[in-house]
């Protein structure tokens, strides 16, 4: 864009020959494009990543995500550094826990959280 108006603005403002006109369009188009690949690079760095360290969740209460047999596997909903996720978790106790019931985090392992019912 900045180039096409460069262009016509040299030649019709400025009477400026072919050539100037070709050499400031250039210019300026240069300059447009260099500032919108500044512009994108600068966004790409708002972007972010974080890691959740789960080891902060032992100890906390949560819910179960879903049903956990005995001794079995499920997930859980649980706040991980500030923030509300669902994770994986394994049922520690010999006794079933339901869907939404509260369980707490005894301890963490190869990012796989273990609980125990409330």
């Not at 403002?13 to 300059?31: D, E, N, R, Y």
């Not at 959740?52 to 995500?65: N, Q, R």
């Amino acid at each position: 864009m900045g180039f096409g108006w460069a262009g016509y603005a040299s030649l019709s403002q400025f009477k400026a020959t072919i050539l100037i006109s070709a050499v400031c369009a250039f210019a300026v188009g240069l300059i447009f494009m260099c500032v919108t690949a500044f512009l994108m690079f600068s966004v790409r760095k708002l972007e972010k990543n974080i890691k959740k360290d789960k080891s902060t969740a032992v100890g906390k209460i949560g819910k179960a995500y879903t049903h956990f047999p005995v001794k079995g596997q499920g997930q859980i909903e649980i706040e991980v550094n500030g923030q509300l996720s669902i994770s994986d978790a394994i049922n520690l106790k010999d006794e079933e826990i339901m869907a939404f019931d509260q369980i707490k985090v005894v301890k963490v392992e190869n990012e796989i959280m273990y609980i125990e019912k409330v």
